[in-house]
């Protein structure tokens, strides 16, 4: 069991979501808290409340966009954005069908009911966006700056 993983472990009862969680792990690298960010995330909870796309993966492009996309009117998206992107997109799309039966937030917790892979799905992807980034040449301590 990994750290990300006792954090998860930590995090969870509070009532947080997949969404949720992958973002403050990853204001937590960096040694931040932003309730207004949290709270927006939450609207992909659950597939945007609807069973679509898992909150681990849009939670995850939450995490790359943090460090590499655009904010104030002055900021452009880091070139290497859309790339970032798409590899975890694509790795998603392949570990989650392979694994966990879909991309889908319904699919997923009809394979495995009750939440009971959800954590394992959001520290596999928090851990693949910290590898992307590292990747990339992004420090994950640091923002975007």
């Known amino acids: 069991m990994n750290d990300v993983f006792l954090e998860l472990i930590k995090l969870k009862p509070k009532g947080y979501c997949c969404a949720q969680l992958i973002v403050i792990l990853a204001l937590k690298a960096q040694g931040k808290t932003n309730d207004d960010l949290v709270r927006s995330v939450g609207g992909l909870c659950f597939g945007n409340w609807s069973g679509d796309f898992c909150g681990a993966l849009s939670g995850g492009a ?15 998206p880091d070139e290497r954005h859309m790339t970032m992107m798409s590899e975890l997109a694509g790795w998603f799309r392949e570990a989650a069908v392979r694994d966990y039966g879909g991309t889908r937030c319904d699919e997923i917790l009809e394979r495995f009911p009750g939440h009971g892979k959800c954590g394992q799905i959001v520290a596999e992807t928090y851990d693949k966006c910290m590898e992307i980034l590292v990747n990339h040449g992004f420090d994950p301590a640091n923002g975007k700056g």
């Open 62 to 76: 939450c995490v790359i966009s943090l460090y590499s996309g655009k904010g104030g009117e002055e900021e452009a």
